[in-house]
């Protein structure tokens, strides 16, 4: 870098500032995850580098094909500055194709006046700015700043530009990297609601085949009753098969609006060991009646964790109640097992195990446990599932940003594993 020039203005900085200017810059930018605050500090900062009074952030909107004003600091007339400006404008254009500082001076020492420059130029002047910064990476102007003129240009040293320059750098690294993670972020949103409206086009789907058995049977019972009307035992026999089918209709609905009215989680820092523990409580009277052994080992560093308690009491119960569907004609033994995980990458997880001794699952059936109206449990068992509990807690699980897993050998039993994200130490 060349030396600082003695003639300096006043109001440019020193050399040592803008070192600090650029050290700190750097160091701010970790800390930003937003690109409104990111925007501001780096509008700012070139600012402060070029000893201008006001300047504008151009962002690039890749929907609509334009720049647009993002972040403005300084007092600059908003008329002067567009809020827009076409992708197919000159002054990006001229940017991109030089990809260097434009300013006052080098626009007019440009090679060739074509119409871009010429173009470029007059919008600079029309905007009254001094300096525009190209943020240029992998080919794409991905924004630009304006810098306002209220300085005197006496002062511009050489090490002002490469400042400048080194600013513009790691702006641009730093407005590439919010502007990926933002795209990322938004098109996960879709992935998950286009998620959940392919569940509950299957769900509609399932539920129309579900009410069909028992709406035939009760349209057949009122077919025949008019025939049948002095036939008692006819009468109190299919009543009783048309209530259960009356009642099963009624569960689905309530199991389908349940789904459909799912909530966002409301969120509370919680002892996860604490309600698994309270689970536990409740399904211990019916584990004792079937043989089950109930075993617990809660871990007592477990870290805590934030959750939706109703909703991750929903997915325990769940999990619990199939492991002693499982195991409800031979009785066996059920383990609880909460567990720290720390994962490669440092990140920190609450993690639970819940292994039963039961018939286990079909390699077959596997996959399928999940879907939604998958269930073998059909009258022949103790109670006859919807199949739309591991849907459920399949889905609260995502909404918590956790995981979770099931192994399974038929004859052998079952375990299902759960992580939830911890809170930092
Ligand atoms: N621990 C387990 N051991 C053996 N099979 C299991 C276990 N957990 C789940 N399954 C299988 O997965 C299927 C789907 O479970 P899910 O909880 O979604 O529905 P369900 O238990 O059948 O019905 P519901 O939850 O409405 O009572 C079960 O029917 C069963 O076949
Ligand atoms: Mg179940």
């Known amino acids: 870098?060349?030396?600082?020039?003695?003639?300096?203005?006043?109001?440019?900085?020193?050399?040592?500032?803008?070192l600090n200017i650029v050290t700190r810059f750097a160091a701010d930018l970790g800390t930003m995850t937003d690109l409104t605050t990111l925007g501001n500090c780096i509008i700012q900062e070139l600012c402060r580098a070029g000893a201008?009074?006001?300047?504008?952030?151009?962002?690039?909107?890749?929907?609509?094909?334009?720049?647009?004003?993002?972040?403005?600091?300084?007092?600059?007339?908003?008329?002067?500055?567009?809020?827009t400006l076409a992708v197919s404008h000159p002054l990006p254009h001229h940017l991109l194709a030089t990809n260097r500082i434009m300013t006052q001076d080098n626009s007019?020492?440009?090679?060739?006046e074509t119409d871009s420059v010429a173009g470029a130029r007059a919008a600079m002047e029309a905007m009254q700015a001094t300096r525009i910064v190209p943020h240029l990476i992998k080919g794409r102007l991905i924004a630009f700043s304006l810098l306002g003129a209220a300085v005197p240009m006496a002062g511009e040293t050489e090490l002002t530009k490469s400042t400048l320059a080194a600013l513009a750098q790691t702006a641009t690294n730093a407005l590439d990297t919010i502007v990926l993670y933002e795209e990322l972020h938004r098109s996960h949103t879709l992935m998950k609601r286009t998620d959940r409206l392919k569940s509950l086009e299957t769900i509609a789907g399932g539920f129309a085949h579900e009410i069909r058995n028992p709406l035939t049977s009760i349209k057949t019972f009122i077919q025949l009753a008019p025939e049948r009307k002095d036939d008692p035992q006819f009468i109190q026999d299919f009543s009783k098969v048309v209530l259960d089918d009356v009642y099963r209709i009624e569960r689905l609905i309530q199991e389908i609006l349940d789904y459909a009215r799912y909530m966002e989680p409301k969120l509370t820092e919680e002892d996860f060991n604490d309600i698994v523990a309270s689970c536990l409580y409740f399904i211990d009277v019916k584990a004792d009646s079937?043989?089950?052994?109930v075993e617990k080992e809660l871990a007592s560093d477990?870290?805590?964790?934030?959750l939706d308690r109703q909703q991750i009491k929903q997915v325990l119960l769940n999990l619990l109640l199939n492991a002693m569907d499982s195991m409800a004609e031979a009785g066996g033994r059920l383990r609880v097992q909460t567990r720290k995980l720390e994962k490669p990458g440092g990140k920190v997880w609450a993690h639970i195990e819940i292994e039963d001794t039961g018939e286990g699952i079909h390699e077959t059936n596997l996959e399928h446990i999940f879907d939604p109206f998958f269930t073998t449990k059909h009258e022949s068992g103790e109670h006859e599932g919807t199949g739309l509990g591991l849907t459920i807690a399949h889905q609260i699980i995502q909404e918590h940003r956790g995981e979770i897993r099931v192994k399974s050998s038929v004859g052998v039993g079952t375990t299902f594993i759960v992580s939830l994200p911890a809170l930092p130490a």
């Open 1 to 18: 870098m060349t030396s600082h020039s003695p003639n300096t203005n006043v109001l440019t900085p020193s050399s040592s500032e803008l």
């Open 52 to 83: 201008t009074t006001h300047g504008t952030l151009f962002l690039l909107d890749r929907e609509h094909e334009h720049y647009r004003r993002a972040n403005m600091v300084g007092p600059t007339a908003p008329m002067l500055i567009p809020p």
């Open 108 to 112: 007019a020492e440009d090679l060739q």
């Open 290 to 293: 079937h043989g089950i052994k």
């Open 302 to 306: 477990l870290p805590r964790v934030m």
